[in-house]
């Protein structure tokens, strides 16, 4: 049976909820261990504080080579100022508070 929707906010919901449920999956799902569990559990923590523009950025950060988000995560390389953002320093903060950066590259990108 088809859900009939009451109103315009109800579809606006329903779409944020579909979209933030398919980053989930594809930050959950990188093709590398590795990226599965940082990009996983940031959206998972993340995902429901991020506004619509946040998530725009997530989700071009998404786009991107996981050897080129790790060396942006990690402070081997700046991000291009297109991914210098809100949401990367998120991603940072979230690797740093779980440990995931070493204490030496922490002082380098901080």
Request: a negative charge.
């Amino acid at each position: 049976m088809a859900r009939v929707h009451s109103s315009g906010l109800e579809r606006e919901h329903d779409h944020a909820d579909v979209r933030c449920r398919r980053l989930l999956f594809r930050s959950w799902n990188r093709g590398t261990q590795e990226s599965d569990l940082i990009l996983g559990s940031f959206a998972e923590t993340s995902l429901p504080k991020l506004d619509g523009i946040q998530l725009d950025r997530l989700e071009a950060l998404l786009d991107c080579s996981d050897p080129d988000l790790f060396d942006w995560i990690f402070g081997v390389t700046p991000p291009p100022a297109q991914h210098d953002h809100d949401v990367m320093r998120l991603l940072r903060d979230f690797c740093i508070a779980r440990q995931i950066i070493p204490p030496a590259q922490q002082q380098s990108r901080t």
